[in-house]
């Protein structure tokens, strides 16, 4: 190509160029400011989203729990915002500017409002009154926030409302937008399409400033919000109270069940957090705190917690022996105070042993010799099948979210962890008393404390009892399953009466129990713990002529559980029945 022709071409390049800059310049000064323009007419009639108002939650006691308070909520239009202000919003707001970026750029569009600050600050509120018409697109409106008339009692139950998430708003298509508020864990989220209401709109008239004219049509199409139903929870608060401070700045989880109809009276894990700190506006570093705290307060150890059993699982051993005939109560064992298995010694709790001891003799005190004994009598798989049947290894079905299995080893599982054949007997010797491959929640001992306590009925442990329809006005009755469990009473009158001998003989592992006046059946356990000291467990039921608690108790890092968790339990049961007869005396005295 030639000078010349080189000229020329870089003369019709740069022509082309100008020629599009001067096509794009029209359509953004000309075109689209006609298009914007009217978009902000019509967006003269401004739609409102107002949130409804979520149901209340009460005890089983009709005590609210959980009820709702006003607080203020700031808004913001892109459109008609002056990023010029943003640092001024972003101070009076008390948040950081890039979260206002954030928050405009999840706007479905320039000219909707979205919501940038909840439970604002009331002298926020204040300043965008006094400044209106600097603060262009700045709003606010009036909504409800959760109020927790105990804000650290029952967290991991009653769970918290956040904003929706992106994650979650994929998820949730076209039911929820940006900006709203769903159940983000416990029976907030559980119970969110029945306690969360229904969204209502309101139509208004704003100049070209947003500021409110008049209603539009007179509010003929305005839809009112509609409340969400209130549930009704099988907790006792107070029972739920007290046992909280018996844990006080412990680890560990407490959960008492009525074994008449597994309704949960209390379900306390520990730490906690305050549920306050999460409703509203949290900020970053609060939630930062919480999700790194190394005693994990978010964690409900109930559901989510997973710990060897120790000796509370020697049951699911003897059951299984009676059951299938392994042996019978007259097969003794001699316990020297440890056991031999090829190389290896399994020492028993205590080095002078316990001399002949029977199934119910070891029971009562816990003789590890006769369980390590016992396990290669009988067919590793059956042991599996009946721990299944008593709720081991699977889920509860309780009503909450993030309930996790927990583990419970058979031939199978081995087989598929070690391969055929590259695992021996010599394995299962510590699942004889809840130690080695096995994991279990606090809410499954429980309901194994339950089956023990009944003789053999399984109900689904629940939290909601009753749901009070606001739409009919009605209360609704929620039903659970129930399933009997193949065991013959003589087996269940075997094993409840060595539990009964547990706590209430001189040489039983779990006196500390013992309730003056009310007989208490139970088991003790230390369960091993890789990561430091022993975690002290303790599961029982009372009275032991016909129960109506049940429960299963675990102190980390605690070391005995007869020296640790049953005195817990002897504190509980104690409190059950105080509460119980107050309450009798106080319906007695009423008529």
């Not at 509010?219 to 139903?229: F, L, Q, V, Y």
């Not at 029945?577 to 005396?585: G, V």
Request: aromatic letters at 10%; a positive charge.
């Amino acid at each position: 190509m030639t000078e010349t022709s080189r000229v020329k071409f870089l003369k019709i390049l740069l022509s082309i160029i100008f020629l599009f800059f001067i096509v794009k310049l029209y359509e953004l000064q000309l075109y689209r400011d006609v298009e914007y323009k009217r978009q902000a007419e019509i967006n003269s009639i401004r739609t409102i989203q107002h949130d409804p108002i979520r149901g209340l939650i009460f005890d089983r006691n009709k005590k609210i729990v959980v009820d709702n308070v006003p607080s203020y909520t700031v808004t913001l239009t892109p459109y008609e915002f002056d990023m010029k202000n943003l640092d001024v919003l972003a101070k009076i707001l008390k948040v950081d500017r890039q979260y206002i970026l954030e928050k405009i750029s999840s706007a479905p569009s320039p000219f909707s409002p979205v919501k940038i600050r909840r439970d604002a600050p009331v002298r926020a509120i204040a300043y965008i009154e006094e400044h209106r018409g600097e603060l262009r697109g700045v709003d606010y409106l009036i909504e409800h926030k959760r109020n927790y008339r105990a804000p650290g009692l029952a967290s991991h139950i009653l769970g918290y409302v956040k904003e929706i998430t992106s994650s979650q708003l994929n998820i949730y298509k076209g039911l929820y937008k940006p900006g709203d508020q769903i159940g983000q864990s416990g029976l907030e989220k559980s119970y969110e399409p029945i306690i969360k209401g229904e969204k209502g709109y309101r139509f208004i008239m704003v100049d070209a400033l947003g500021r409110f004219v008049g209603k539009y049509n007179d509010g003929k199409n305005d839809i009112p919000p509609a409340e969400g139903s209130d549930l009704i929870l099988t907790i006792d608060i107070e029972l739920q109270a007290f046992i909280e401070e018996l844990l006080r700045d412990r680890s560990g989880s407490v959960v008492v069940l009525d074994p008449r109809n597994g309704e949960i009276l209390a379900m306390v894990s520990k730490p906690n957090y305050d549920l306050a700190l999460l409703s509203g506006y949290t900020p970053g570093e609060v939630w930062s705190q919480l999700n790194s705290d190394p005693k994990k307060p978010l964690l409900n150890r109930a559901i989510s917690g997973l710990y060897s059993p120790g000796s509370t699982f020697k049951m699911v051993l003897a059951i299984t022996a009676l059951e299938t005939g392994s042996v019978d109560l007259n097969w003794k064992v001699y316990c020297p105070g440890y056991f031999v298995y090829g190389d290896k010694v399994f020492k028993c709790h205590t080095s002078q042993g316990h001399g002949w001891v029977n199934l119910t003799k070891a029971i009562e005190v816990s003789c590890n010799v006769y369980f390590y004994n016992l396990m290669l009598r009988v067919n590793f798989d059956d042991w599996s099948r009946y721990g299944g049947l008593l709720g081991f290894g699977k889920k509860t079905g309780v009503d909450l979210p993030e309930e996790i299995e927990g583990i419970l080893p058979s031939t199978e599982y081995f087989n598929r962890v070690y391969g055929v054949n590259k695992w021996t007997k010599g394995y299962l010797i510590s699942l004889a008393i809840g130690q080695g491959e096995i994991s279990t929640t606090p809410l499954q001992m429980a309901t194994y404390a339950m089956v023990l306590a009944n003789s053999g009925k399984y109900h689904q442990p629940h939290l909601v009892k009753e749901i009070i329809n606001k739409k009919t006005g009605k209360i609704e009755e929620v039903s659970y399953y129930t399933r009997e469990i193949p065991v013959s009473q003589r087996t269940f009158d075997i094993i409840r009466e060595a539990m009964y001998l547990v706590v209430n003989s001189p040489s039983g592992t779990g006196k500390g129990a013992r309730v003056e006046g009310i007989n208490v059946a139970g088991k003790t356990g230390t369960a091993q713990n890789p990561h430091g000291n022993d975690h002290a467990w303790f599961v029982g039921f009372a009275p032991y002529e016909n129960p109506e608690i049940a429960f299963a108790i675990i102190v980390e890092n605690a070391g005995f559980g007869g020296a640790v968790a049953a005195p817990i339990a002897k504190e509980i049961v104690k409190k059950y029945f105080e509460l119980k007869n107050q309450r009798t005396e106080f319906k007695v005295a009423k008529w």
